[in-house]
């Protein structure tokens, strides 16, 4: 929607400058000397002096020497911010839906609440014998393959931390029994970026979804019968496919793809 004629006189000239300023700047060109600024805004370097020590001043420019400036660290805070304020599950649901409809798998997204996973988000794919686990699910993070990625962005130190009140002998197998055995299971997780856990009917396969830190902030997984995943051609295609989206995902949290 453009400007009507008669709101042009409510524009702040200084504010407009001080965005042009930081529009400059990108990928290819990540440092500008004031005189190149203030060519392009089509002005006096004095014109524009009062801008950029204040963009300075307030972290959005940091000045290299004496008359050359980059983007400063409160663009890139400022940016996160923004991205982290958006809900998860509205970032992440498109995805799943996609990847559901790709695969006919059901899929489903969770975060860690101390040592279990919580499931906040699925795509049910309507198929006889569908996985489909009820948003609000808790199960311990360590009997499942979407805990298991959440807890391998655990350092030892946190996952000892986590589970020093924690008995783990309680739980059927496959789930580790001990600390020890588990923390070799994350370890071979992390080299591996994915975890597959196979039950009696179903099999699930999960990855990470990372934020702009790199950090674990949530899991993904696709699940299926038995029937359906046992091929390990078939395996590996929705392992790919569910990379793919796991990446996606984290693109749009800021973070990068594996």
Known sequence: MGIHEDELDYRVPALQRGLSILQMFNASERSLSSNAIAERLGVSVSAIYRILVTLTDMGYLRKLGKNSYELGPQV??????YLASRDLVDIAMPHLNALRDRTSLSCHLSIREQTDSLYIGR??????LSVNIPI????????TAMGRMLLSG??????DKLYQHVRLDDYPPPAPKTLPELQQLLE??????WVMHRSDYST??????????GDVVAAINLSG??????SPIARERYRESL??????????????SS
């Open 204 to 213: 699930a396969i999960a990855c990470a979804v990372r934020d702009h830190r």
């Open 188 to 193: 071979r997780d992390r080299e591996r970026g």
């Open 123 to 128: 795509a049910f794919a309507a198929q006889r």
């Open 225 to 230: 019968p038995e029937a359906v995943m046992d």
């Open 136 to 143: 609000g699910t808790r199960i311990p993070c360590h009997c």
């Open 154 to 159: 655990l350092t030892p130190m946190e996952l």
């Open 243 to 256: 990379q793919q989206c796991a990446d996606a995902i984290s693109l749009e949290l800021g973070g990068k």
């Open 76 to 81: 890139l805070c400022d940016g996160f911010a």
